[in-house]
């Protein structure tokens, strides 16, 4: 089935998509690259029509954070665009646009068909699309006004205006995302072992519809090759209230009577920090709700940001410092685009050389912890694990736009996490440092991609060129800690024990020619005392 609606949609012609959403006999809900308005049957209204309300917004990444092009690459989607502001337009055959249609189609047919017949209805998905478009925005949060307009202000409007999209077109629009990302995940629960019964119980046929999309040869739809972070860009989200809204239809409410939309979104920003080795807390227990969280962005940062307890059960001395991660004031635009002094904290190599060894712990970016070992020898810096892969820096860069513009997070957990990383590393030496440690949750870089360490290095001394950087000592809760290693980087006493200790351990027979001059020298003592001992004796 899903190889004849693919094929269907593609014979299309001319300029506009005239393939239906499921079938080749109407009109798609998607028109010239955007969604149809006819399609839009609902007037419902949200409360009072006063557009003074404030309602929160998906923002652009503004050029000051972009940087140049290399740099701005980074924010821009690759493949799959979602939301509004990467959609060129009217005039535009997307096949993306295609393939995400064919997806809802399946999801509406496994959802609204009666019983276990196998329908291919053009009315029974028609009627499906109509009830998800009446349904999405009924819970629009914070903002009392008419739905339509409701999610035109969601987007920063004049931005949206130069797409020539109306409010119906908007909403449409979404609507055919936040139904495709459902359908996504339904698929990827499925796929790697996660708990979707509930799902395909009640659509059997469901999964092998969308395996038939997922797993096609087109190279860059195949889910091996698919980029999660498409999901996960700034500029390509969506409310998500509206996914949520897609399982309070009544038909597909009625189907899952134990559904939990925040178990669904936890297991949806758990299973993309897996794939991405971004630094969480993994513990079962952990407690996140994500009610205040505007879209899944929002959503992975609020984990990656946890101030949960640390999970490190290397605890060889007395801890020093517990202390999350955050700012004592904000960051003045100005401070954009100036650097700060990195002799604030040293390298890991510098460290090293007084004894002070980096490792890794599974936690959030919001702990570090400075351990004394027993008799004040050594010490460790405890700093989040995490893994680098070929789009690391497209997750980070996109997390700490949305962090550095949302007005409401005051604490900047996860830029300072990345500007502490930056001043412990500069050389390949130092990546070769963070990664040393008997298993990958000792380290502090689990393990790399990159091909070489120096580009492990580049990439933390560029991830916040163009971001805000402050002083390390402005972060009252660190100030403790960073106190503590400044003291110890400072003493020479450290520099020659840590010295001396290295040569031990470099060199065993050095260990060993000690011991025996000691013996020898103990040897020499007791023969002199029995020597004296029997000249006073005879005396």
């Not at 899952?256 to 513990?283: A, T």
Request: hydrophobic share 40%; aromatic share 10%; charged share 25%.
């Amino acid at each position: 089935m899903g190889r004849r609606v693919a094929s269907s949609s593609r014979r299309s012609s001319g300029v506009g998509t005239t393939a239906c959403l499921g079938t080749t006999a109407r009109k798609s809900p998607v028109e010239n690259g955007i969604v149809s308005s006819q399609h839009l049957t609902t007037t419902t209204t949200h409360g009072s029509d006063d557009h003074n309300v404030e309602c929160f917004t998906i923002r652009r990444v503004p050029a000051y954070l972009r940087g140049l092009e290399n740099d701005s690459k980074r924010y821009d989607c690759r493949i799959l665009p979602m939301g509004l502001y990467p959609r060129k337009g009217q005039g535009e055959d997307n096949e993306m646009e295609n393939l995400k249609m064919e997806v809802v189609s399946f999801f509406l047919q496994g959802f609204f068909r009666q019983g276990e017949k196998h329908l291919q209805d053009d009315s029974l998905v028609e009627r499906g699309w109509n009830d998800i478009c009446v349904k999405i925005g009924e819970s629009a949060p914070h903002c009392p006004l008419r739905p339509l307009e409701h999610f035109y202000h969601n987007y920063e409007s004049e931005m949206v205006a130069k797409g020539n999209m109306t409010s119906e077109d908007i909403r449409a629009a979404l609507t055919l995302d936040v139904v495709f990302i459902a359908a996504f995940y339904i698929f990827r629960y499925k796929e790697f072992g996660g708990d979707a019964n509930d799902f395909f119980s009640v659509c059997p046929v469901l999964i092998d519809q969308l395996n038939a999309v997922f797993r096609r040869d087109s190279w860059w739809f195949q889910l091996e090759n698919f980029h999660r972070d498409i999901f996960f860009l700034l500029e390509n989200q969506v409310p998500k209230f509206m996914i949520k809204d897609v399982f309070q239809v009544p038909v597909i409410s009625r189907r899952l009577p134990n559904f939990s939309f925040d178990r669904f979104v936890r297991d949806i920003v758990l299973d993309s920090l897996k794939s991405s080795g971004l630094p969480h807390v993994s513990s079962p227990g952990m407690e996140v709700t994500f009610e205040d969280c505007e879209h899944l962005l929002a959503c992975l940062h609020k984990v990656v940001c946890f101030d949960g307890p640390t999970t490190s059960t290397n605890n060889d001395g007395s801890v020093c410092a517990i202390a999350p991660l955050g700012t004592s004031r904000g960051l003045s635009r100005a401070a954009s685009l100036q650097r700060a002094d990195k002799t604030t904290i040293p390298t890991a190599s510098e460290l090293r050389r007084v004894g002070i060894r980096c490792r890794g712990q599974t936690t959030g970016v919001s702990g570090i912890r400075f351990v004394k070992g027993f008799f004040n020898l050594k010490a460790k810096l405890y700093l989040p694990t995490i893994a680098i892969q070929g789009d690391t820096d497209r997750w980070l860069v996109n997390m700490c736009a949305y962090e550095w513009m949302n007005q409401k997070i005051t604490r900047k957990k996860l830029i300072a996490y990345l500007q502490i990383m930056d001043s412990l590393i500069d050389t390949e030496q130092d990546v070769r440092l963070m990664m040393k440690g008997n298993r990958k949750h000792e380290r502090v870089i689990a393990v790399h991609h990159l091909g070489e360490d120096k580009l492990v290095a580049d990439l933390f001394n560029n991830l916040l060129k163009n971001f805000p950087h402050a002083d390390l000592g402005d972060f009252t809760e660190l100030k403790g800690t960073f106190d503590e290693i400044q003291a110890w980087y400072k003493s020479q006493r450290r520099r020659q024990i840590t010295s001396f200790l290295d040569r031990i351990g470099a060199e065993p027979w050095y260990v060993v020619t000690l011991l025996v001059a000691f013996v020898l020298l103990g040897v020499a003592i007791l023969q002199t005392i029995y020597t004296i001992w029997g000249f006073y004796k005879q005396s």
